[in-house]
């Protein structure tokens, strides 16, 4: 989702208003899950879905006339019934959908997001659906349900970045959404809440800044990997080379490269040096952290041999187990950017969770 965070904060930067609206409970089988979600702009573009059909296009003009009041309203869709025969839909489902306008006056609040996302952090943004401002939330029928509470972001630790709750609330939102996946409605202080785990594009660390790294970076950007590129030579390691990287960066010496850098589970990190010795201390320097995922470029036997010297050094099997090596799913890769796409593969299976 961070894709549409970033649109969001541009737009409000801008000084104009979106609309947002969001699937915020699902039941039964329905086009989209909860946490599905459109954004509609006053020239009446829109970006992603909410499922399509006649839901959509419901939708779509409910989100015309919150651009135009700036009141949020609640949908309920029942898809079984006359609306699924009418529409030859066969979900069987149903769906709730809060739809909101998003204003200007609220880009601080999406710029802290966009802040935490590209560090790497997971936020929950906590959307109130029950009364307590000066916001007025309407039923689909145009019933009064209250006034609308702002949108409230809660950090790992509890601590909100706007919003009227109070911190004992944050931090009860914050225990809620611990461990959450997919969004959830939650009650705290008599306020329901619309809970989204939102987390920034998984980082990929590419150290080594040759060919290999150079298609990797390409194609991992357009699959949505944060991509950040360490090498120890300029001429390597610059935007000329890799303008789609959130970070290219020379340093001082590979046997430091990770130095003052913090790598959590969900980073990846693929090793793609220039050479054996090199590839062996990134690796070890890699070990050392909780990376998600390690993936060493090479034949079996270069494994081997580097395996060999890491053992030496006091590496544990347990370590070595981590390592994807030779990285990538065999396809047959041979030139650069066949093996990219090796490579991406299988850290799109990694961050599904299919390896």
């Not at 997919?182 to 009650?187: G, K, L, N, Q, R």
Request: proline share 5%; aromatic share 4%; with cysteine.
């Amino acid at each position: 989702m961070t894709d549409m965070w970033e649109i969001v904060t541009a737009r409000l930067a801008s000084g104009q208003s979106v609309v947002r609206a969001a699937i915020v409970t699902q039941e039964g089988s329905a086009p989209r899950t909860a946490g599905a979600s459109m954004l509609v702009f006053p020239d009446r573009g829109a970006w992603g879905t909410v499922g399509g059909g006649l839901v959509e296009a419901r939708v779509l003009e409910a989100a015309a006339e919150v651009l135009a009041s700036g009141t949020p309203r609640i949908m309920d869709f029942d898809l079984t019934g006359e609306m699924a025969a009418g529409a030859d839909m066969i979900c069987g489902g149903s769906l709730r959908v809060f739809v909101e306008r998003l204003d200007p006056d609220m880009a601080g609040l999406f710029l802290i997001l966009q802040a935490r996302l590209s560090a790497g952090e997971r936020c929950l943004l906590a959307t109130p659906l029950e009364p307590g401002s000066d916001r007025v939330l309407l039923a689909a029928d145009g019933r009064r349900i209250g006034p609308a509470l702002p949108a409230l972001l809660v950090g790992s630790a509890g601590s909100g970045g706007s919003g009227r709750a109070t911190n004992a609330a944050c931090r009860t939102l914050a225990r809620a959404g611990a461990d959450i996946q997919a969004p959830v409605c939650v009650t705290v202080e008599r306020v329901r809440y619309f809970l989204e785990p939102c987390q920034g594009r998984p980082r990929l660390f590419l150290i080594g800044a040759g060919h290999v790294s150079r298609a990797t970076a390409q194609v991992a950007s357009l699959a949505g990997f944060s991509v950040i590129v360490l090498d120890d030579r300029p001429d390597f390691a610059n935007r000329e080379r890799f303008p789609t990287a959130f970070e290219v960066a020379v340093v001082p010496s590979l046997d430091t490269c990770l130095a003052g850098r913090t790598i959590t589970s969900r980073d990846l990190v693929v090793v793609v040096t220039r050479g054996h010795l090199h590839d062996a201390s990134v690796l070890a320097q890699t070990l050392a952290t909780p990376a998600g995922y390690v993936g060493m470029i090479g034949s079996r036997r270069k494994r081997d041999a580097i395996y060999d010297r890491l053992r030496a050094t006091g590496v544990t099997e347990t370590d070595l187990a981590r390592v994807y090596a030779p990285v990538g799913l065999d396809i047959g890769a041979e030139t650069p950017e066949e093996i990219a796409i090796s490579i991406v593969a299988e850290l799109i299976a990694a961050r599904a969770g299919k390896t």
